[in-house]
C-alpha cells in the first residue's frame, strides 16, 4: 500500500533561513511521482515542485528545492530564505500504481510558521 | 478566469437541505476530483472522474452525489447531510496525459467550506 509520512506536525523559523519539512514514502513499484502542495489559511492547495522517481537531479522551483534520496525513500522539502507569507500547512503527496490506477496519497502535512 | 474555480466558497445548510457545489477548471485538462478535508483528519479523496466518467468512489455515503457533465465541470450534489459532513471540499483537475501517470500533477480549487447545522 502507498503511503506518506510527514512526522512534524509543527515547524517554526526565522524570517530569512531556510527550513526543511520532512517526507517519507512508501511503495514497492519503481515509477512514482512526488508531490509538495502549500495550504495557506485561505484553503487553497497550491502546487510547489514535483519530483519523479526516475529523475537524476533534485527538483528545483525558486526558493523550493526537494532534497530526493530514493534509497532512504524520502523527499524533503528545502525553503530558503524564509518569508512571512510562506506561513502555512505543507503536504506532501505521492502518485504511484495501485491496483491498476494512480490514486494520490497525501501526508498529513506539516504546519510552518515564519517569525519575523 | 483562470485554473481551477469553486463556487461557492461558504456554505451553511441543515440537515435537510439540498444544496449543490460547483468546480470548473480552465486548464484544458482530463481528470477531476472531489476531495473532503476535515480539521485534524488528512485530506480524503472522495470521487474521481477521468474523460467525465468516474473511475474512482472511495466508499462516499449516498447523500453525496457526483456528477460530471463535461471534462470543465464538476459537481457534488448534497442531501440530508450529518454535522460530521462539516468540512472543506476541495476540488482539483489534472492533465491525465497517457501513460504518464506518475506525472500527473493536481491543481486545485480554493475549496467550498462547508458548515452542516
Known amino acids: 500500500a502507498q503511503k506518506i509520512t510527514q512526522t512534524q506536525p509543527g515547524m517554526f523559523v526565522q524570517e530569512k533561513e531556510a527550513v526543511t519539512l520532512d517526507c517519507t514514502y512508501d511503495?514497492?513499484?519503481?515509477?512514482?511521482?512526488l508531490f509538495w502542495y502549500k495550504q495557506p489559511s485561505s484553503g487553497e492547495m497550491i502546487f510547489l515542485i514535483y519530483?519523479?522517481?526516475?529523475?537524476?537531479q533534485n527538483a528545483t522551483e525558486g526558493r523550493y528545492s526537494l532534497n530526493f534520496q530514493k534509497a532512504r525513500k524520502s523527499a524533503n522539502l528545502v525553503i530558503s530564505a524564509s518569508q512571512l507569507g510562506d506561513s502555512a500547512m505543507y503536504f506532501c503527496a505521492m502518485r504511484a500504481p495501485s491496483g491498476g490506477s494512480y490514486i494520490p496519497t497525501f501526508g498529513r502535512g506539516t504546519s510552518l510558521i515564519v517569525h519575523p | 478566469e483562470t485554473g481551477v474555480t469553486q463556487t461557492p466558497r461558504h456554505l451553511v445548510m441543515g440537515m435537510t437541505n439540498k444544496k449543490s457545489l460547483k468546480c470548473e477548471q480552465h486548464l484544458g485538462h482530463n481528470a477531476m476530483y472531489w476531495y473532503k478535508q476535515s480539521a485534524k483528519k488528512p485530506l480524503e479523496l472522495m470521487f474521481v472522474y477521468n474523460f467525465k466518467e468516474q473511475t474512482e468512489n472511495n466508499s462516499v455515503p449516498s447523500r453525496f452525489s457526483p456528477e460530471c457533465p463535461n471534462s470543465s465541470h464538476l459537481f457534488l450534489h448534497l442531501h440530508t447531510l450529518q454535522p460530521e459532513d462539516s468540512a472543506l471540499y476541495l476540488c482539483?483537475?489534472?492533465?491525465?496525459?497517457?501513460?504518464?501517470?506518475?506525472?500527473?500533477?493536481?491543481?486545485f480549487g480554493p475549496g467550498t467550506r462547508l458548515t452542516v447545522l
Open positions: 482539483a483537475s489534472s492533465l491525465r496525459k497517457g501513460s504518464e501517470l506518475g506525472t500527473d500533477t493536481q491543481y
Open positions: 519530483q519523479g522517481s526516475y529523475d537524476q
Open positions: 511503495t514497492s513499484d519503481p515509477s512514482y511521482g
